[in-house]
């Protein structure tokens, strides 16, 4: 089984230009969320979706951050425009319904540099 | 915001020593789960422990959780270096929204 599939695994991009980060979750996972991980911390969960729905983005900064998820199963994050303070690592992680709807997959993620 | 605190931060033990973290969490949870991260496999599960468990074992690894503290550990056995990695303790109120600890760093010394 494929994992979790992140692109591109590194961007370094100037502050105030656009940044967009790519997901496939796992197959059959209706679940996806996108997380930050700021250096030394554990992730911060940023927007969660059931299918194409987002159940939950309340700690999404809607300002400059923006995602979605056609048809349910690939996913965009985007930032526009990029500051300092968004250099971090962006992952994004899946989970199938049924039994084991708590455990969570991850991708490797995306490392974000803001020069 | 970041619920769970591990502790501690670091730690650094010899091959075949067992290693005990701990976190703490601040609100009612579903479940509590622990990951480890390293830079070559990325973020990976390792145990889930509900909120009406005490204790769950899995392979090396042996999670208690005490509801009443709003505590739980991780044992991890007979450690090797492949273990060296961080550990991170995720809880969840029951939304599948998980809320990360800052982490433990572990280093198993060969």
């Known amino acids: 089984e494929a994992g979790v599939v992140q692109s591109p695994r590194y961007k370094i991009i100037e502050k105030k230009q656009p940044v967009a980060f790519w997901c496939n979750p796992i197959s059959g996972h209706n679940t996806l969320y996108w997380y930050r991980q700021n250096l030394g911390q554990g992730p911060e969960l940023l927007i969660r979706?059931?299918?194409?729905?987002?159940?939950?983005d309340s700690q999404l900064p809607k300002d400059r951050f923006s995602a979605e998820r056609l048809k349910g199963v690939d996913s965009t994050l985007k930032i526009q425009p990029a500051e300092l303070g968004d250099s971090a690592v962006y992952l994004c992680?899946?989970?199938?319904?049924?039994?084991?709807?708590?455990?969570?997959?991850f991708g490797p993620g995306t490392r974000l540099t803001v020069t | 915001s970041q619920q769970g605190e591990e502790d501690p931060q670091a730690l650094s033990i010899q091959e075949g020593e067992n290693a005990t973290m701990n976190c703490s969490y601040k609100t009612s949870i579903n479940n509590l789960q622990w990951y480890r991260q390293n830079s070559g496999r990325g973020l990976v599960h390792l145990i889930l422990i509900r909120s009406n468990e005490r204790e769950k074992h899995s392979g090396r690894l042996r999670v208690t959780l005490d509801t009443s503290k709003k505590s739980s550990s991780l044992l991890i056995t007979a450690s090797r270096a492949a273990d060296t990695a961080s550990y991170f303790c995720?809880?969840?109120?029951?939304?599948?929204?998980?809320?990360f600890g800052t982490g433990t760093r572990l280093t198993v010394i060969p």
């Open positions: 992680a899946s989970s199938s319904p049924g039994t084991r709807r708590y455990e969570q997959y």
């Open positions: 979706y059931e299918n194409e729905e987002a159940v939950d």
């Open positions: 995720a809880t969840d109120a029951g939304a599948n929204n998980l809320f």
